[in-house]
């Protein structure tokens, strides 16, 4: 099960929207709706930002958005802030020998 | 506070092992599926083994079966992972994941650790 395909950074000025891909496979992210995305301040624990696709859980800022087309979601960070700044992962439910996969992973830079 | 926090990491030479644990608070261990998650120097994060609730479901990364074993004592609520034959490629932050929904499995990783560190180097 190969990682998931992100771009390897992506940057805006605050109070912009940047938006992150994620492409993976018919065997994963086009047929699972169970993608989730994961903000990681270097040192920190990471923190779940989206879930089943789209689904934000409780506490996350509604600046940040899920969607997904065929076989690529996309987390949209929107009125980007400074603390926004991390590293984000996407991940995928890609069936029961490999449960999860992980994107290669996204630095977003506040510019 | 909901809180996972994990121990056991270090210095190990090449074929080695390591016995990595994380201990949960503030919330029904018991019920919820669990993961381990690596990260080595520089690179992604990586899903390395899931455990479910009642320990009879468990699931290993192709670069870590054979090598590894997931368990958890819900008595104590704790989560291992025995980590043996280790390579250098193991080396990495080490981190324990709650799964999101204890009645749906592989929805996300909702509470995470702050990791430990595995580094195998002679």
């Known amino acids: 099960q190969s990682a998931l395909t992100q771009p390897a950074s992506v940057s805006g000025s605050p109070g912009q929207s940047i938006t992150i891909s994620c492409t993976g496979t018919?065997?994963?992210?086009?047929?699972?709706?169970?993608v989730s995305w994961y903000q990681h301040h270097p040192g920190k624990a990471p923190k779940l930002m989206i879930c089943?696709?789209?689904r934000r859980p409780s506490g996350v800022s509604n600046r940040f958005s899920g969607s997904k087309s065929g076989n690529t979601a996309s987390l949209t960070i929107s009125g980007l802030q400074a603390e926004d700044e991390a590293d984000y992962f996407c991940?995928?439910?890609?069936?029961?020998?490999?449960?999860?996969?992980f994107g290669t992973g996204t630095k977003v830079t506040v510019i | 506070e909901v809180h996972l926090v994990e121990s056991g990491g270090g210095l190990v030479k090449p074929g080695g092992s390591l016995r990595l644990s994380c201990a949960a608070s503030?919330?029904?261990?018991?019920?919820?599926?669990m993961n381990w998650v690596r990260q080595a120097p520089g690179k992604g994060l990586e899903w390395v083994s899931s455990?479910?609730?009642?320990?009879?479901?468990?699931y290993y990364a192709d670069a870590v079966k054979g090598r590894f074993t997931i368990s958890r004592d819900n008595a104590k609520n704790s989560l291992y992972l025995e980590m043996n034959s280790l390579r250098a490629e193991d080396t990495g932050i080490y981190y324990c994941?709650?799964?999101?929904?204890?009645?749906?499995?592989?929805?996300?990783?909702?509470?995470w650790g702050q990791g430990t560190t595995v580094t195998v180097s002679s």
């Open positions: 994941a709650r799964d999101l929904d204890p009645q749906n499995y592989f929805y996300g990783m909702d509470v």
């Open positions: 503030e919330f029904t261990f018991s019920t919820y599926p």
């Open positions: 455990i479910s609730g009642s320990s009879r479901f468990i």
């Open positions: 018919s065997s994963d992210v086009g047929t699972y709706s169970l």
């Open positions: 089943e696709d789209t």
């Open positions: 991940c995928s439910y890609a069936g029961t020998d490999t449960p999860y996969v």
